[in-house]
């Protein structure tokens, strides 16, 4: 049976500007895509070094072992529930983030968003890219890493030694690219079997060396009821927000799932891979205070102290292989489709990957991975606000304003008729939603950075559960505009210009 997107969309009605193979609806050949590899994608993104440490973060901030668990699975049982939503009409339709976009905020409207969403993907390649030029650096002899290539300069905030290890990873991904979305899933189903049998053999390791995990299971909180809750829920956001990008542009993946029953399946894992894996982390992590009489919470430095040669071959390959799934599903897609969706003429999916990989350096990810401080409540909570409206807002036009059902043709066209075309191509009311859901967050984030000393508490409590404050603010307030302009617009039909005639 035909899908929606191949019973109402027609080439030759296009807008060449808005359409190009990497923006066209996939037909039913293209969705190949079964609950089995979409769970395995979700496993490729899930193992890597930045979930490793989440857990752990927050037992350093003072939670016990199974509340930094917890809150970690709880958020992702949130996290769940836009994702599911909002991949949806990936798979209904075929379309991607950007065409998806283009019902809410306006076919050129729908730059605003899928920016943001590129912005936020760039700063997460720079940071997994980083983490894999420390993977290179760790195979290097002792007598490099010991040179004077390996002293910090203070102006670079790394040394030359670690900035190039960081440059021939990044370049490194840039071939996988060039395979498309057919080499991603691929990369992702055949690494998650992998990924599975290294992390279990770390497990193993930790647990044997350090004689269990007891150390682990005394780590209690050192945080009284009050400090525990005003921690808990930045925490909570920070761990929404570690996957909040992935639950705005998920339909650049469900696009190719077979069915609804698929992406459904194969996303519902979410919850207890997230948790397995920071359980692995923190395990670990503790684990090295027994065996090495100190804490190593990096896993790339943890397997170096372990030593060995064919345990640093097999760190290079685990850690490479384990950064590159998740860096290229989740840092590269959703900003390289937003650059085609901003120029199809002059874009193409590795255009947009390699200016998006040129980002990723101007972030500076080795300033942002200094401390748990700055990862968890200035770059995680930060970007939040920038994520959170746009999701309600999508969410509310999609099921309440468009009650699922999206002209496929009207998303590619720029006829002043049409149907997502609004005020100059720009919906004003999802624009102006996104501004306000935004803008309350703006005093707490510019206090995280030192550039205010001293904010309302009220603005505290607001930029600690940002996603939540945003996506809620800028949903509601959405849903009521758009109500507004259509109750006013149902009266102008009914009201004509001139009188009836006898």
């Known amino acids: 049976m035909a899908s929606p997107s191949q019973l109402q969309f027609d080439d030759l009605d296009s807008d060449p500007t808005l359409i190009n193979d990497d923006l066209r609806p996939t037909n039913s050949d293209q969705r190949t895509f079964s609950g089995l590899e979409m769970a395995s994608l979700w496993v490729g993104l899930v193992v890597g070094v930045p979930s490793y440490y989440l857990a752990g973060s927050l037992v350093d901030l003072g939670m016990s072992w199974w509340q930094g668990i917890a809150t970690v699975v ?6 769940l529930v836009p994702l599911v939503l909002t991949g949806h009409p990936g798979t209904r339709y075929g379309i991607s983030f950007p065409v998806l976009a283009r019902s809410s905020f306006g076919i050129r ?6 920016l943001l969403r590129a912005l936020v993907g760039c700063g997460w390649y720079g940071i997994e890219s980083w983490i894999g030029g420390e993977a ?3 195979l290097l002899p002792k007598t490099i890493k010991e040179s004077f290539f390996s002293q910090p300069v203070s102006w670079l905030g790394t040394s030359p030694l670690e900035f190039a290890c960081f440059i021939a990873f990044w370049l490194a991904q ?12 691929d990369l992702e189903k055949y690494s998650a079997p992998i990924l599975i049998l290294l992390t279990s053999c770390l497990l193993i390791w930790s647990y044997i060396k350090a004689g269990g995990f007891g150390h682990m299971l005394s780590l209690s909180s050192r945080l009284s009821s009050s400090e525990f809750w005003s921690l808990f829920f930045p925490s909570l956001t920070a761990n929404i927000s570690f996957w909040a990008t992935l639950a705005l542009n998920i339909p650049d993946f469900t696009r190719y799932a077979k ?14 891979f997230m948790g397995a894996f920071t359980f692995v982390g923190l395990a670990v992590t503790s684990s090295t ?11 790339i430095q943890l397997l170096g102290q372990i030593g060995g040669v064919f345990t640093k071959i097999l760190a290079i390959l685990g850690i490479s292989l384990a950064t590159i799934t998740t860096n290229i599903a989740a840092n590269v897609v959703a900003p390289a489709n937003a650059l085609v969706n901003l120029s199809p003429s002059n874009f193409t999916f590795r255009k947009g990957a390699i200016l998006t990989a040129l980002l990723g350096i101007a972030f500076q990810p080795w300033r942002l991975l200094q401390s748990s401080e700055s990862f968890v409540n200035t770059w995680l909570v930060g970007y939040s606000a920038l994520l959170g409206p746009i999701g309600g807002i999508i969410l509310v036009d999609y099921y309440l304003i468009q009650r699922t059902n999206l002209s496929i043709k009207d998303l590619y066209s720029s006829s002043p008729g049409g ?6 191509g720009f919906n ?10 935004i803008l309350p967050v703006i005093p707490g984030f510019l206090q995280k950075v030192e550039i205010l000393s001293t904010i309302p508490n009220a603005f505290i409590i607001i930029y600690n559960n940002a996603w939540f404050f945003s996506f809620f603010l800028a949903g509601i307030l959405y849903w009521l505009i758009s109500s507004l302009k259509g109750r006013q617009n149902n009266h102008q039909l009914r009201t004509p210009l001139l009188p009836d005639t006898p």
């Open 74 to 79: 709880a958020a992702n049982i949130i996290l």
């Open 259 to 272: 069915s609804q029953k698929d992406q459904i399946i194969g996303q519902s894992g979410l919850p207890i």
């Open 136 to 138: 290179i650096f760790l």
């Open 289 to 299: 205070k027994v065996i090495f009489g100190n804490v190593i919470s990096n896993p």
């Open 109 to 114: 409207g729908a730059h605003i968003p899928t």
């Open 428 to 437: 004003l009311a999802a624009i102006g939603a996104l501004i306000i859901g």
């Open 419 to 424: 149907a997502y075309y609004y005020s100059g």
């Open 174 to 185: 840039l071939g996988i690219v060039w395979k498309g979305i057919d080499g991603i899933r």
